[in-house]
């Protein structure tokens, strides 16, 4: 285990490497953050189930809209000018949500925060793919998730901390300094034009995504997105409001239990990727990994069991008493879950991806054909969850998630294994 994770440390010595961690960095970082401050902004301003659902439906839409166009400018375009335009778009965003002062002006920020998340994860996930060697491209893919994961951590142990201590300006100034230092690095030591090497009169952007979505993997691979989107959004969406508004957890407590699964995934992540390498079979991760998040998406509601059945903990720090009840440790415990779930799929997922995008020199369009199928289920997912919430309860919109998840894995696996065996023509570019 410590050999795996070193290997992928020692990536970090690499310049470029390094450069596309920070933006990782960076990214998830304020990512994290801003889904705990969410879960404050729901407590102060009273909001409805289907509202809570806008605040991850508006960060969807602008994504939903510019990923497929954004990855053909990337296969073809400078992508160092992607990635310098989205870290700017994200400084924007914290100002922003610093002057937000009711859920309409969050929904608007929020669809802001979506457009440079998009500049940002697209770019930087096809870069790393272009430019790993072609036999280790699941190595570093994971090594570059895991940086994600571990800044996730950081973002809700720190920024959960800065928002329970301080206020939302002092969170926001911080993930400022981090996304500055990460452009900065990116300028100074990413190569330039480091996207793909298509032709850009060689094929139109329709004709690349229909070559694509002939191969039987991207279609079994898209399908499962989309319904696993539905299911996850809603846990990523409703956990910390579930928390905050259910139970009174506070802001840094929050932060520990969205750190527990963080800490799993960042852990397990680099290994995962290491064994899809050497094992192959990739498809089998990405069902063991999915069926995994339903379980532990299953567990959530639990807390309300556990709340008042074990006796709280109780302690000082930060000049106030913290109080951890039953919900927290059910929380922890489930999320704890999700984050092995996701160190199982995701390498296995971005590597399979990658590997049918190498084959028609259009690993961006293939990431992007990725980033829509999600997209899809992460527009309608938290708002259906939030009415099922608002008409019949939190544990029905839990348990709805955890059965779009289950579904969506039989359905990837069946349709895996009707097409594998069909001979599949890839299209030249000008048919």
Do not use: C
């Amino acid at each position: 285990m410590t050999g795996h994770a070193s290997g992928a440390l020692g990536l970090l010595r690499d310049r470029e490497f390094a450069a596309l961690s920070g933006v990782a960095f960076a990214r998830s970082q304020a990512y994290s953050t801003i889904l705990i401050a969410l879960a404050l902004y729901a407590d102060q301003f009273g909001t409805t189930g289907i509202v809570e659902g806008l605040f991850g439906t508006a960060f969807a839409i602008a994504q939903l809209l510019v990923v497929l166009p954004l990855g053909r400018k990337v296969d073809t375009g400078n992508a160092k000018h992607f990635l310098l335009a989205g870290l700017a778009i994200n400084v924007a965003v914290f100002v922003g949500f610093a002057l937000v002062e009711n859920s309409v002006h969050v929904i608007l920020i929020r669809i802001l925060q979506g457009l440079g998340a998009s500049l940002l994860w697209i770019t930087g996930s096809a870069v790393v793919g272009e430019i790993s060697p072609e036999d280790g491209s699941g190595r570093w893919l994971g090594a570059y998730n895991q940086v994600g994961a571990f800044s996730s951590l950081a973002g809700d142990v720190i920024g959960g901390y800065l928002l329970y201590t301080y206020d939302f300006v002092w969170a926001y100034a911080a993930l400022t300094a981090i996304t500055f230092l990460a452009l900065v690095l990116v300028w100074r030591y990413l190569r330039d034009n480091p996207g793909g090497q298509k032709d850009p009169d060689e094929a139109t952007g329709m004709e690349t995504f229909r070559s694509l979505l002939s191969r039987p993997m991207i279609r079994a691979l898209v399908i499962f997105r989309v319904g696993f989107s539905v299911g996850k959004m809603a846990v990523i969406i409703f956990l910390p409001i579930f928390a905050r508004t259910e139970f009174g957890i506070n802001a840094f407590a929050i932060g520990w239990i969205l750190a527990g699964g963080k800490l799993t995934k960042s852990i397990f992540q680099g290994y995962m990727g290491d064994l899809t390498d050497r094992i192959g079979r990739r498809y089998w991760f990405v069902a063991v990994g999915a069926l995994l998040y339903g379980l532990g998406t299953a567990l959530i509601p639990f807390a309300l069991v556990f709340e008042g059945a074990i006796q709280p903990v109780r302690f000082d720090a930060f000049g106030r008493t913290q109080v951890l009840g039953g919900a927290f440790f059910a929380l922890f415990a489930a999320y704890g879950i999700l984050g092995i779930a996701d160190s199982v799929r995701l390498p296995a997922s971005m590597a399979l991806f990658v590997e049918e995008g190498e084959t028609l020199d259009s690993v961006a369009s293939s990431m992007s054909l990725r980033s829509i199928a999600w997209k899809v289920g992460q527009v309608t997912g938290p708002v259906l969850v939030g009415g099922i919430k608002d008409a019949v309860s939190t544990t029905a919109a839990f348990l709805t998630a955890a059965a779009f998840i289950g579904v969506a894995t039989g359905i990837f696996v069946i349709t895996y294994l009707r097409t594998r065996e069909t001979p599949v023509a890839t299209p030249a570019a000008g048919d």
